[in-house]
C-alpha cells in the first residue's frame, strides 16, 4: 500500500509542479539527473521496440512486477494480462511515434509523459490516433521498469 501511495503522490507532484516551457517535437524535455534521464530515454526506446516486436521475453524485464497498464479507452490490464494480449495479437502496434517527450527524475522513480501517435492492427480494421501519455518508472537496482503505463487520445485538444 505505501508503494501505491508514492506513486500516486508523484504522479499529483507531476502534474501540479509542472512548469512551463517550450518543447521540440520528437525530442525529450529532461529534468533530473541526466544521466537518468538519458537511461530512461533509453527504456523507453527498449519498452517500444519490444512492443512493435511482440518480445514478451523482454517486457518481462522491463515491466515491474505490479505493472499497471490503462489503454486510451480506459481498459486496464495487469503485467499478465498485457504479456497474454501481446502473445495472442490482441495489442498489435504497426507503427509508433513519440511528438512530445518530457522526464523528470525523482530518486528511484520518474516520469515520462508526452504526446505519441500510435497506429494499432487490431482490432482490424488499422487505425492511427494521437494520445497523452504518462508512464511511471522505477529503478530496481540498476534497472529502471516501467510500473504504470496510462494513455487518452486526444482529438484536436491543445496542450494547456
Known amino acids: 500500500m505505501k508503494r501505491r501511495t508514492s506513486i500516486a503522490a508523484l504522479a499529483l507532484l507531476a502534474t501540479v509542479g509542472r512548469g512551463a516551457g517550450a518543447q521540440t517535437p520528437g525530442r525529450p524535455v529532461q529534468r533530473g539527473a541526466e544521466p537518468d534521464a538519458a537511461d530512461l530515454l533509453r527504456a523507453e526506446r527498449n519498452r517500444t521496440d519490444a512492443i512493435m516486436r511482440r518480445d514478451v521475453r523482454s517486457l518481462r524485464y522491463l515491466l515491474g512486477a505490479n505493472y499497471y497498464h490503462v489503454e486510451n479507452n480506459g481498459r486496464v490490464?495487469?503485467?499478465?494480462?498485457?504479456?497474454?494480449?501481446?502473445?495472442?495479437?490482441?495489442?498489435?502496434?504497426?507503427?509508433?511515434?513519440?511528438?512530445?517527450?518530457?522526464?523528470?527524475?525523482?530518486?528511484?522513480?520518474?516520469?515520462?509523459?508526452?504526446l505519441q501517435v500510435t497506429e494499432r492492427g487490431t482490432p482490424a480494421p488499422a487505425r492511427r490516433y494521437k494520445s497523452r501519455y504518462v508512464r511511471i518508472w522505477q529503478r530496481v537496482g540498476t534497472q529502471w521498469v516501467n510500473t504504470v503505463d496510462q494513455s487518452t487520445e486526444v482529438r484536436g485538444a491543445s496542450r494547456p
Open 77 to 114: 490490464r495487469s503485467k499478465a494480462d498485457f504479456l497474454q494480449a501481446l502473445e495472442r495479437g490482441e495489442f498489435a502496434l504497426l507503427g509508433f511515434r513519440v511528438e512530445e517527450s518530457e522526464i523528470e527524475v525523482f530518486g528511484d522513480f520518474a516520469i515520462v509523459r508526452g
